[in-house]
């Protein structure tokens, strides 16, 4: 990942979240994190649409390591003995509400950015339970998210790389999820009680969170300036590359990517292979 584990860790100070006495709270948490494993079926839709080989395989492993999450959050509710329940309606937004349209937007926007956010959020589950049993499933699940994120930074850059223009369309959708994101913490600071010693940090994580997001899209070459370097013209004209893209999605339907099926015979994986079996066969001959 570009980000290290250390640089995406907020120092709780030592605080810690008591299974038993913060149990409603807990149960809350995960069931918001429940909600956006579930959303782990939409693997089917970009599996459906993925430009290559590698990314074909890679979103039909997702799907699996989605779903044996799902389990593992289910898990976490019966051991705090607590019920599965709806997800908060931001979150619904944020994971499923704003489907977009194209692969390039997806690994950026869901898997570095999206996936991100949820990796420190679990991060800070792990750093601040009371509870081994917990931990420990979650852990198992942290390093299969950072390799869901790894792909979306990987598959972001190499975007960039061959289409610049690019850019400007997914600062846009950045600076309406970073939005979302702000708001999901205004709801959660008027819910909270602020006397608790995890609860009550959590604006500053939040902020914290925001920055690794910051420090992930100029990484990755989305943003070439801190977002509070951005002009409003600069601001604006991103939106306007975001919002104007939702309106020519009409028109982009009639000329879809062409998809694997098509276009299997000329990927690089499998170029890469033929060439190199070429190779050798022309090596036995000589
Ligand atoms: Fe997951
Ligand atoms: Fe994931």
């Keep these: 990942m570009l980000l290290s ?16 006495k913060d149990k409603a709270l807990l149960g809350w948490m995960m069931n918001q994190f429940l909600y956006g494993e579930v959303t782990g079926i939409q693997c089917g839709h970009w599996l459906y649409q993925a430009p290559d080989l590698e990314a074909a395989r890679f979103f039909s492993r997702q799907a699996v390591e989605e779903f044996q999450h799902v389990d593992n959050f289910l ?13 908060h309606g931001m979150v619904r937004f944020l994971t499923s509400g704003m489907m977009p349209r194209t692969f390039e937007e997806h690994v950026c926007l869901e898997m570095a950015q999206g996936e991100g956010f949820v990796l420190a959020a679990l991060y800070a589950v792990i750093d ?3 509870r081994p049993a917990i931990r420990d499933i979650l852990v198992r699940a942290v390093r299969q998210e950072e390799r ?12 960039l790389a061959s289409r610049p223009g690019l850019r400007r369309k997914l600062l846009g959708l950045s600076l309406v999820s970073n939005w979302g994101v702000r708001k999901l913490g205004a709801f959660m600071r008027t819910r909270l009680p602020s006397e608790h010693p995890v609860l009550k940090q959590l604006p500053a994580f939040l902020e914290f969170t925001v920055a690794t997001g910051e420090k992930r899209l100029l990484r990755m070459g989305v943003l070439d300036r801190p977002f509070a370097q951005l002009s409003l013209s600069t601001r604006m004209s991103a939106l306007g590359a975001a919002y104007l893209g939702t309106l020519a999605g009409p028109l982009r339907r009639l000329r ?4 694997l099926t098509e276009t299997y015979l000329q990927d690089p994986q499998l170029q890469s292979r033929a060439d190199a079996a070429e190779q050798e066969r022309l090596r036995v001959v000589q």
């Design 128 to 130: 601040t339970i009371d």
């Design 256 to 259: 879809r990517p062409k998809r």
């Design 75 to 87: 898990r976490i509710l019966e051991l705090l003995n607590e019920t599965p329940q709806k997800a």
């Design 5 to 20: 584990r250390e640089e995406m860790t907020f120092d709780f100070g030592g605080a810690r979240l008591d299974p038993r």
């Design 148 to 159: 869901h994120v790894d792909f979306g930074e990987r598959r972001t850059v190499a975007a």
